[in-house]
């Protein structure tokens, strides 16, 4: 029994984890395969995966899926609208095949719709919160060229681990390992490229910071060396003008050419204009 409901799970856990990387991949899967082989056989309420617009309708809108997740910017705002269709798509995938893949009395699945459909929304939106964690760190350390890669790299993830939930439901768990392993070192080295870049950003900005101080204190200084010898120049003329109309220290007299005139005595300048003013004209 143990084995027959593990299978089952592995098969239904590989399905909803598609369907949390592409939600439609595993739909149209599902829906062609129980249409038109015998691998898997739906329960009665959910035969309607396998009717023609059923399969129309995920083709349709696997066509979408497929171009709008290749587009940067654009894949953002298509994971978040997927943030409800994905886990809900998971529910019904889980239930739809893990029904399908008990076989004799084992019906645990088949009787318990509800806690399928419950795990597979669960393993849908953690894949699903995974991708949207990591698309942006992809986007950022490629400057958004990595996005459709990375996309098809999911696309083929989804296509391939489909097959082997069906085909192969022990290989499930290796792939889980695998996935898991690549989403941790993607997160990872996106938070260390982004850490390594702020600190970057901030040893630039302090060095533009020293910069800008330093050319302020190297004109305040130039300024106040200027002013210093503005004063002392000032100071210099000064004091040579006071040692000019000082007395000379053997007399203590001032000298002939520097005395002035006593007031009402006509200087020599004043003489000489008088004797040119009075001489006769010619």
Known sequence: MFGAVTGAALTGAGLSAAAGLNAFIPLVIVGVFARFTDVIELPSELLWLQSWPAIIIGLVLLAAEIVLDKIP?????????????????????????????????????????????IVG??????????????????????????????????????????????????????????????????????????????????????????????????????WKAWTNEYRERRGSRGSSSDSDSAPTPATGETPPSAATPEAGTPGPTTRSRRERRDQPSA
């Open 121 to 222: 929304a669960v393993v849908a939106a953690a894949v699903h919160i995974s991708k949207t964690a990591s698309r942006p760190a992809v986007n950022a350390s490629t400057g958004g060229t990595g996005a459709p890669l990375a996309s098809f790299a999911e696309d083929a993830i989804a296509v391939g681990l489909s097959f082997l939930a069906i085909f192969i439901p022990i290989l499930v768990v290796v792939v889980f390992i695998v996935l898991g392993i690549m989403v941790y070192r993607i997160v990872t080295s996106g938070r260390r490229r982004r850490k390594h870049k702020s600190l970057l950003q901030t040893k630039n900005r302090l060095a533009r910071e020293a910069e800008q101080a330093e050319g302020k204190g190297s004109r305040r200084e130039r």
């Open 73 to 117: 910017g654009v894949d953002t705002v298509n994971d978040l609208i997927q943030t409800a269709v994905r886990p809900l798509v998971g529910g019904v995938i889980f239930a739809a095949s893990s029904s399908a893949a008990e076989f004799g009395d084992q019906t645990f699945w088949t009787d318990h719709p509800l806690v399928a459909g």
